[in-house]
């Protein structure tokens, strides 16, 4: 099944090719200029959960390119299919209730399906929900577009004892309706057929929904008005009549008064007072113009439904098993500990599992780092490929496995419906802080449960429905307890909390979802202030996955992370390692080393020599080695900015080499603790096994608890690295907001530490 | 105005039915609400309460909604 959805083209057969029927037409001439076959482009619509996504990869299969909306952070997905010499570009529309043009992806939804560059819709609705889904449906036959209707998920409709009338569907909506099972690829063949049909033939007439006596008359004044008067205003509404912008103009769309606006004040008066003529009216039965509008569509879309339905026997209803695991799974007490449960575990899984590729990834780049170095002749190229190239690019790819998981479980939890139920739960808690039921997941991802990645998190904001709490949660999920900050975590409790280490993971993971919350709280109060958004969403009901649909989700993001992360990180990685190299030591230094480490060779070399006193011999070279190496990073940019920066961060207990440290946590958090270990002449490897290092820091008068816990929670709180800033960035859609991560975060990291510092001298004084 | 106003959505008790009369936001979230099928004459229930009390989850027609309380305060139903 799954090769014949993957090119759907080749279930068509040599001989039959349903392009020929119809180019004979007007609109098959359109298509056809010159006897050159030129691209039909086709937009996919429908409203969430109707199983469009599937449709679209049914139709499309690995041929899609995704990509941005230009200014919008809406995804835009496009499949290209090449049938009959002639090229099909399949639009995957944001998934929408209506075409009112609030949101973004509404926004985007109307004003590709007004430009006219699509000539035809492929509309995706849920059979077993047909009444609302074809709301939609209607309005985008009421702006005119030629249509194909995939009644969707067929099979659940007949599981409720019920079939539908297509021809009688298809005559009362003006579209070819027929029926689909998306996750099992049934029907695909007659789709295509249908749609290059419709495409290629002239477009029907708009759908006339009658909106009462009380309306109607005003909606024919207001169309003739622009019609007739203000043709410069209709011109914003492509090839939809005039009718339609009437009715947007009655809903009070912000699209339709910008074109009407745009076409003189006196249009703009004569359009408003029918528009209150048609409020006042309507308030005066005690009703609102937009209820009108809404029962008169609902009541038509039901009439339709009532007159293709043909009824079986009633088996079930739609949400009967849905309800039933509703009662557990939404409960109000039962539900959260479930949600809890359900967060915990997987993050386990992705921890426990997804430990193992990491590790073979991390010896195999550390394996081949290692030959380049023996093979090349050491120097300036040998350590830019090694020390910066491999050993970045290592850093970003052992994380895969772990994001591949992890994408893979939330895939399955967005495509079962539970993530719904999430966003249901934890509202009441979100919303008090000022973000959205919605934001529970990009904090789970970003590392809510000790483990996760920024990186993920932030373009899990996507799909939020919000801008004011989708940038709260952007910027405040950096705080979370990322994968990367738990050596950091794990070195200081180890070294001075020892025997409490469960216990300071607890504390840091608590802090970080305090701060993250506090934060966002305050951002929501200053910087983003604005009323919140309303949560009105539909949970829709549980249904199983497909493997293919969580692959190809799954796939998608995994992708979008490896790309942003490398193309920023090689960059990045090759100005940390040259911040950290150049200058090099100057001549006479190196000289000094090379003269101990010359000595001590010389005195393996005198014969007589036991094998004890070479063994040490070469440990006091390997020692002069990582010595050399610290004072080289001493040397370099990156140190003498550490050793500058020494005087500031003095108050929290900072020294140089930590400072160094967290300059290269900027550049990835990994980083931390490999570059303490190259500032306490450890060499860099000292991720492996840090006993020594811990056993340095402990020695080292410098550092105490107080110190250790000051700098947890710098770590947990500064400047998010540069790959979740790239990604900040693009999803937020201004480097302003970059600027403020970094030096907001950082001013609140010193901030939190200095208090941590100071209360922790005045706890050890009282005791 | 008020005459049929009849009584806020959140005073509805779980497993209750009714139906909605009117429906008094606009502008987005007045939008929002009818397109998911929350509009005069409908039949609705309360089926249950997230924790803390807030949203809340209603069946629409053959859907499950859920809502925030305020929300939920600009809709007008009758037992």
Known sequence: MTDVALDPISQFGENQSPQKSSSDTEAGLRTNIGGMAYSLRIAVAGNPNSGKTTIFNMLTGAHQHVGNYSGVTVEKKEGILHHAGREIIFLDLPGSYSLSAYSPEERIASETLLAGTEQAVLYVADSGLLERSLLLCVQIREMGLPTVLACNMMDELH???????????????????????????????????????????????PLHVPYGPLLDPILAKLAK???????????????????????????????????VRQAGDEAMERAKSLCQEAQACAEASDRRVEDIIAVQRFTFCRNVVRNCLINGEKKSARMQLSDKLDKVLAHSVLGAVIMVAVLYAMFNLVIFVGAYPQEWLESAFAWLSGVLREQMPEGFVTSLLTDGIIDGLGGVLSFVPLIIILFLLIAILEDTGYMARMAYIADRLFHFFGLHGTSVMPYIIAGGIAGGCAIPGVMATRTMPSPMEKMATMLTLPYMTCGAKLPVVLLLAGTFFKGNEAN?????????????????????????????????????????????????????????????????????????????????LPAEMVLDFENQKGQYTQKMAISGISQDQIDELQEKIDDMDKAQEAAALRYSLAGRLGVWLEQFTAPLGFNWRTDVALIGGIAA????????????????????????????????????????????????????????????????????????????NTALAYGAAYVVTKSYAWWGKLL | MAISRGIALTSLQKGEKAQILQITSHGELGRRIRDLGLIPGVSISLLGRAPLGDPLALRVADTTVAIRKREAQAIFIKR
């Not at chain 1, 790239?726 to 030096?743: A, M, P």
Request: charged share 15%.
């Open chain 1, 225 to 259: 008005l622009v019609e007739e008067e203000y043709p410069a205003a209709l011109k914003h509404y492509g090839t939809a009549p005039a009718r339609w912008m009437a009715l947007m103009l009655l809903e009070d769309n912000p699209i339709a008064w910008e074109a």
């Open chain 1, 159 to 205: 599981k409720q004892g019920h079939d539908l009338d297509f021809a009688q569907l298809s005559a009362l909506l003006g579209v070819t309706a027929l029926p689909t099972v998306g996750v099992r690829s049934e029907g695909v063949r007659d789709l295509f057929k249908a749609i290059e049909h419709v495409a290629t033939s002239q477009a029907p007439q």
């Open chain 1, 669 to 744: 958090k990994e980083a931390i603790v490999s570059t303490l270990g190259t500032a306490y002449s450890l060499g860099s490897d000292i991720e492996e096994d840090d006993a020594p290092l811990s056993r340095l820091l402990k020695l080292d008068p410098t550092w105490n608890p107080a110190v250790a816990l000051s700098l947890l929670v710098f770590v947990l709180l500064y400047s998010p690295c540069f790959v979740t800033l790239v990604v900040i960035r693009q999803e937020s859609g201004s480097w302003k907001w970059v600027v403020f991560s970094i030096l907001f």
């Open chain 1, 504 to 584: 300071v993971i607890f504390f840091v993971v608590m802090a970080s979802w305090l701060i993250a919350f506090v934060m966002a709280l305050f951002l929501r109060l200053t910087v983003l202030r604005g009323s919140s958004t309303p949560l009105v969403m539909e949970m829709p009901p549980y249904r199983w996955p497909t493997l293919r649909s969580i692959l190809i989700h799954g796939w998608e993001r995994t992708w979008m992370y490896l790309r942003k992360a490398v193309v920023v990180l090689l960059p990045v990685s090759i100005l940390l390692w040259a911040s950290m190299t150049f200058p090099n």
